[in-house]
């Protein structure tokens, strides 16, 4: 194992690289739709992709970074080669998990059957044209909820490739994550021992739910408000007792921010004292299921003006124990792990920066880059 930095020195640098590195969040695209058509099912060829869409909610300075465009042309994201140079080899990374860029909306599509056929085109997509490049790239099965049971069919038929480490669904449901009627992927990831993922993007697209507040107006405002789906995702997947009825389920939560974890535990916990009656399969505080079975990406991280501030809520969050890495590569707000982060303590660094995704997809650093 690398040697970890002295106290308080900088968590993590290109040039000399002193710290192991996860990034739990990397995008790659198709350049082509030509490229995920060809592995769906012939009655769907002349379909090809067809994702909900958005609400024309644009960021003015575009997603993807410009300086992520391949030599050859082509999107930010759909080289493995660029990525290999701007990502992996740049900040030295062990390993990179790879969710979908371009494909989270085929879980808010109101056709069903073609929803699942299409995350399983990608899921193949994934395993045979990128997964093959770098032995640091590892994947995610694209699963589409709308159909709990084709969903937990494609995680088993998946599930015992060791570069699929976890599953991966959008943060924008129908209804709420703890529902029973997604328990079947729950129980399917479980068996596989197999963390489940969700992601932004799919929001107020297809047959996705809402922010509570309403449709927003701008990209701005969209992109402000992602925090109020996950903290109703992650309100429901325990009030509804889903660690209880799966207690080795892990379930990370990707670009969704970190500041409200403290705040919704402490209202859990609060309301659990006096209402505790209308969840009785709940045997612990509401909190400790979110310590213990929970995990949160620092992209996007929090910037307070005072950084003393961040180091304040992930103690407050036990990071030590649920924050992992990710730079949400090659988006616009892109997290350096040399940059974005002030100095952190020796321990937490390594917790942060490798250990917690390390134990989470159960990876063996000694055979990392």
Same mark, same amino acid.
């Given at each position: 194992? @690398?040697?970890? *930095?002295s106290?308080?020195?900088?968590?993590h640098s290109? %040039?000399n690289? %002193?710290?192991?590195?996860?990034?739990?969040?990397?995008?790659? #695209?198709?350049?082509?739709?030509q490229?995920?058509?060809?592995?769906?099912?012939?009655?769907?060829?002349?379909?090809?992709?067809?994702?909900?869409?958005?609400?024309?909610?644009?960021?003015?300075?575009?997603?993807?970074?410009?300086?992520?465009?391949?030599a050859?042309?082509?999107?930010?994201?759909?080289? *493995?080669?660029?990525?290999?140079?701007?990502?992996?080899?740049a900040?030295?990374?062990?390993?990179?998990?790879?969710?979908?860029?371009?494909?989270?909306?085929?879980?808010?599509?109101?056709?069903?059957?073609?929803?699942?056929?299409?995350?399983?085109? #990608?899921n193949?997509?994934?395993v045979?044209? /990128?997964?093959?490049?770098?032995?640091?790239?590892?994947?995610?099965?694209?699963v589409?909820?709308?159909?709990?049971?084709?969903?937990?069919?494609?995680?088993?038929?998946?599930?015992?490739n060791?570069?699929? !480490?976890?599953?991966?669904?959008?943060?924008?449901?129908?209804?709420?994550?703890?529902?029973?009627?997604? &328990?079947?992927?729950?129980?399917?990831a479980?068996?596989l021992?197999?963390?489940?993922?969700?992601?932004?993007?799919a929001?107020?697209?297809?047959?996705?739910?809402s #922010?509570?507040?309403?449709?927003? %107006?701008?990209?701005?405002?969209?992109?402000?408000?992602?925090?109020q789906?996950?903290?109703?995702?992650?309100?429901?997947?325990?009030?509804?007792? !889903? $660690?209880?009825? $799966?207690?080795?389920?892990? $379930?990370?939560?990707v670009?969704?921010?970190?500041?409200?974890?403290?705040?919704?535990? /402490?209202?859990?916990?609060?309301?659990w004292?006096?209402?505790?009656?209308q969840?009785? &399969?709940?045997?612990?505080?509401? +909190?400790? #299921?979110?310590?213990?079975?929970?995990?949160?990406?620092?992209?996007?991280?929090?910037?307070?003006?005072?950084?003393?501030?961040?180091?304040?809520?992930?103690?407050?969050?036990?990071?030590?124990?649920? !924050?992992?890495?990710?730079?949400?590569?090659?988006?616009?707000?892109?997290?350096?792990?040399?940059?974005?982060?002030?100095?952190l *303590?020796? @321990?937490?660094a390594?917790?942060?920066?490798?250990?917690?995704?390390?134990?989470?997809?159960?990876?063996?650093?000694?055979?990392? +880059?």
């Amino acid at each position: 194992m @690398k040697t970890a *930095p002295s106290e308080n020195s900088f968590p993590h640098s290109k %040039s000399n690289s %002193s710290l192991s590195l996860i990034d739990c969040d990397v995008h790659q #695209y198709w350049n082509s739709p030509q490229d995920i058509v060809k592995y769906l099912p012939k009655a769907f060829h002349e379909r090809g992709i067809n994702l909900p869409n958005d609400l024309g909610l644009i960021n003015p300075h575009g997603v993807l970074r410009r300086d992520a465009v391949p030599a050859t042309g082509g999107l930010p994201g759909s080289c *493995p080669l660029t990525m290999r140079e701007q990502l992996l080899d740049a900040y030295a990374v062990d390993y990179a998990i790879l969710l979908g860029g371009n494909i989270l909306s085929v879980c808010v599509s109101p056709d069903t059957y073609y929803a699942t056929s299409l995350a399983s085109a #990608y899921n193949d997509w994934l395993v045979e044209e /990128w997964l093959p490049e770098d032995p640091r790239l590892l994947g995610a099965i694209t699963v589409a909820p709308q159909d709990a049971q084709a969903a937990a069919y494609e995680i088993r038929r998946l599930g015992s490739n060791q570069r699929l !480490v976890q599953v991966l669904m959008a943060s924008a449901t129908l209804t709420p994550l703890g529902r029973q009627q997604y &328990w079947p992927i729950y129980e399917a990831a479980c068996e596989l021992d197999l963390p489940v993922a969700i992601h932004p993007g799919a929001e107020g697209k297809g047959i996705a739910n809402s #922010y509570s507040a309403g449709y927003p %107006s701008t990209y701005f405002e969209w992109h402000t408000g992602i925090p109020q789906n996950f903290m109703g995702q992650v309100t429901s997947l325990i009030c509804e007792g !889903v $660690f209880e009825q $799966f207690p080795t389920l892990r $379930f990370v939560c990707v670009e969704g921010g970190l500041s409200w974890v403290p705040h919704l535990m /402490w209202r859990l916990d609060k309301n659990w004292k006096s209402l505790r009656s209308q969840t009785p &399969w709940l045997k612990k505080r509401p +909190s400790e #299921y979110i310590v213990e079975c929970m995990r949160f990406t620092t992209q996007p991280i929090d910037e307070p003006d005072n950084p003393d501030h961040l180091l304040q809520i992930f103690e407050m969050m036990q990071a030590e124990k649920t !924050v992992i890495f990710s730079s949400d590569y090659p988006h616009w707000d892109f997290d350096s792990p040399t940059k974005a982060f002030p100095p952190l *303590p020796e @321990k937490l660094a390594k917790r942060i920066f490798y250990q917690n995704a390390q134990e989470l997809y159960r990876l063996d650093m000694s055979s990392a +880059s």
